[in-house]
């Protein structure tokens, strides 16, 4: 005979959760050109923190680029929940890495997903974003050197 209610707890049982997550393949650029103008957007730049790509991203928003990414401030901190399921993606499918500095750059397999789907950029996006990356790198190099530093002490202290 079995017992409904084992471990003492009458009636409870342990129901298992179902969620469905969207399956990502490296078939994604081509599906998600947001994805692909931000491979476009780090290669470009060489290298960023993801808080100085937030704040490119968020600045040139505002200037005309927007990529449909949402931002929202918190305090003094710029977040987009949008932006960094976007890196999650491009970090899991091996596209984009970040190093010790938590700079974010395109791995051999992003350069050459990359490649294979640079004729799927608009010619307007493009010249917007050299632009407009040309326009913010200076204010983007000092977020990224302040982020730098807070590394720096944070790993002097322990």
């Known amino acids: 005979m079995s017992q409904s209610n084992q471990g003492g707890q009458p009636g409870k049982s342990k129901e298992l959760k179902a969620t469905s997550k969207q399956v990502i393949s490296p078939s994604i650029l081509k599906e998600d050109k947001r994805k692909l103008q931000l491979l476009y957007i780090i290669k470009t730049v060489g290298g960023i923190t993801e808080r100085g790509l937030i704040t490119l991203l968020y600045e040139g928003s505002q200037k005309g680029l927007n990529l449909g990414h949402q931002f929202t401030t918190l305090g003094n901190n710029l977040i987009s929940q949008t932006v960094k399921e976007d ?9 984009i890495e970040s190093d010790q500095t938590k700079r974010l750059k395109l791995t051999n397999d992003g350069e050459e997903a990359f490649n294979n789907n640079k004729q799927l950029l608009d010619e307007s996006f493009i010249n917007a974003a050299n632009a407009i990356i040309t326009e913010l790198k200076p204010m983007i190099t000092s977020i990224d050197q302040e982020y730098n530093l807070k590394l720096r002490s944070g790993r002097r202290r322990r």
């Open 87 to 95: 890196i999650t993606s491009l970090l899991y499918l091996g596209y």
